[in-house]
Each structure stands twice: as C-alpha cells, then as structure tokens.
C-alpha cells in the first residue's frame, strides 16, 4: 500500500434532511480527534463534505442550520415537480465555500451522474460550487448543470455512497449512510413519493459501496425521517451521533 495514502477517508451519502446524520457522525470523530483528511460526497453529502473540507467543524454546520439566511439550501420544502434554477442554492455555497476545489483545506471528491454518458462522474478540481450544485440535482425538480456541454444531476441516481471514489486514497476509509428504507411508508405528498423511490432505487447500487468501508454507519433510525424534515436537522444530527458512537472507537485510528 502506498505511503502516500490518506489515513483516515469520510463518504457521505445522499439522503436531503437525512444528512444531517452525518454531522453527528463528524461530532463523534471531533471527539475522538478522527479527522478526515479526504472526503467523497453525493448530493446532501457533497454539501455536508464540502463544508467539511473547508474547515467547518459540527458546531458551525449546526449553526448554519440554524441561521434562517442559509434555509434556503437547507430547507427546500416548498420545491414541487418542475424545472427550478438553482440561483439560491448557488448564493448560499458560495457564501460558505470557495469558488474551486483546490481552495479546499482537505481534498474532496463530489460524485454526479453524467445524463449525456449516462455514467457516474467524480469531479475534485476546477469549479466547486458547480460541481456540488450538480449533485444536488434531483431529477424533476431542478434543472441539470451543464458542465463542459455535458448535462450533469443527482449522483445519489448512480452512486449514492461514494466509497470506491476515495477508496484508493485512504488506509481506512469510515461511510456515512442515511437512506435506511422502513417497513412503512405514508404516500399522500409528491416528496414522500419521490424520497420513496429514490431510497428503493440506490439500495441495490449501495451495497457494493457499503462494502467498501473499514467502519459503515448506517442508522436504521433514519428511515423514519423525510428527506424534506430539515426543521427537526437536529434531531437527526443526534441520530447520527448516537449511530457513530455505537461504531467508532477512537483506538483504532491512533
């Protein structure tokens, strides 16, 4: 194994409000002084990871949350079917991150599907704002991003838990994984019908991720949460910091 490895790599998965988790995830490693020196994320996760990688810690996502000037990337509850731009989710990244991946402090990995090839891409260079706002893109709803005439969405449609990105970069590689599907389901709203079939669609595709990590927190407490609860982010923060406790033990890494 290369020397020149990352010891210790974080994937995000995909999962809207449900990826609050992994700020609880990131709390536990906090704790621990686990820090993620590379960084892969799908949609939610790419947002999470990006802030991440820019040096925020828990408390400041959290913050973030809270602050009603950044609900609008937080909080997308009254997007319906259609084509919306994505002029709000673009101010508020660049707000909180900069223009390009090279200004990151961790190298991190944004994963998006390619409509025009109709495969998984991995972008970690050039335009970061893009890059993130493109996996962000959930078919139906937001317009694609077109990227070098390529037209790019969702990467949670592909590849929601993107381990095998940094999988070759880390020694031990730690996946956070929110999209737990319940026994039960209520359909009476479009984004209850839309989260249902996103969280059936990637649980096939996710098993051979999952099987990449050294440490999968994947708490089943999850799959009682909308991908549209941002108002209850903190309750859901805790799920993911309960989840990690059970996982992480600090000894592993030291």
Known sequence: MSTHLKHIGLALSGGGARGFAHVGVLKVMEENNILPEVISGTSMGAVIGALIANGYASSDIINMAFDKTNLRIFNVRGLKLGLSNHTYVKRTLEKLLPSSFEDLQVPFYVSTTNLTTAK????????????????????????????????????????????????????????SHVNHIPDTCNLTKTSQLIDRAIRISIHNTVATET?????????????????????????????GYEAAIQKINKYQYI
């Open 120 to 175: 998984h891409e991995v972008f970690s260079s050039g335009n970061l704002i893009d890059a993130i706002t493109a996996s962000l893109s959930i078919p139906l709803i937001f317009k694609p991003v077109k990227i070098n005439n390529h037209y790019y969405a969702d990467g949670g449609l592909v590849k929601n838990l993107p381990a095998s990105s940094i999988r070759d970069k880390c020694k031990l590689l730690i996946g």
């Open 211 to 239: 099987a990449l990590c050294d440490v999968l927190i994947d708490p089943p407490e999850c799959g009682h949460y909308d991908m549209l609860d941002f108002k209850i982010f903190d309750q859901i923060v805790a799920t």
